[in-house]
């Protein structure tokens, strides 16, 4: 399966993250299942917090701010955003269209992992954003 892929590399803070995550409130306003993953916790909540700064508050059904389980739901075409830290395990069970990999370092073994996300989707696409040396 050849599945489309974006890739966003830049220098540190040059913007790689906010376009990654443009995409995903863009891909979600679509009514798209997105899956954003990043290295750690901190770095999920992170993001959680700038995609609810990119959505207008009247268009999110529901924020959900557990740690481990973040996710924002969009009012209209169900349209949703998961954010998690990418382990082995993190994102068993989770079906998506878009799978965001921020701050990638080509982990293959996570990489394997992560794939089966996308395998429901009729439309999958990956954006990776990285550093330009990597």
């Known amino acids: 399966m050849s599945i489309p892929t974006i890739t966003i590399d830049g220098d540190r803070i040059s913007g790689k993250t906010h376009a990654a995550i443009a995409v995903a409130t863009t891909d979600a306003a679509d009514g798209r299942q997105v899956l954003a993953t990043t290295?750690?916790?901190?770095?999920?909540?992170?993001?959680?917090?700038?995609?609810?700064?990119?959505?207008?508050?009247?268009?999110?059904?529901?924020?959900?701010?557990?740690?481990?389980?973040?996710r924002i739901e969009l009012n209209s075409g169900g349209g949703r955003i998961y954010f998690r830290t990418r382990t082995a395990t993190s994102c068993r069970g989770v079906d998506v269209d878009t799978?965001?990999?921020?701050?990638?370092?080509?982990?293959?073994?996570?990489?394997?992992?992560?794939?089966?996300?996308?395998?429901?989707?009729?439309?999958?696409?990956?954006?990776?954003?990285?550093?330009?040396?990597?």
């Open 39 to 70: 290295r750690s916790s901190a770095a999920a909540t992170e993001l959680f917090h700038q995609a609810a700064r990119m959505i207008p508050t009247q268009k999110i059904a529901k924020a959900i701010r557990s740690c481990g389980q973040q």
């Open 99 to 134: 799978l965001i990999l921020d701050e990638w370092d080509y982990d293959d073994s996570i990489f394997e992992t992560l794939i089966p996300s996308l395998f429901a989707s009729n439309d999958p696409r990956i954006v990776i954003s990285k550093q330009a040396d990597r």
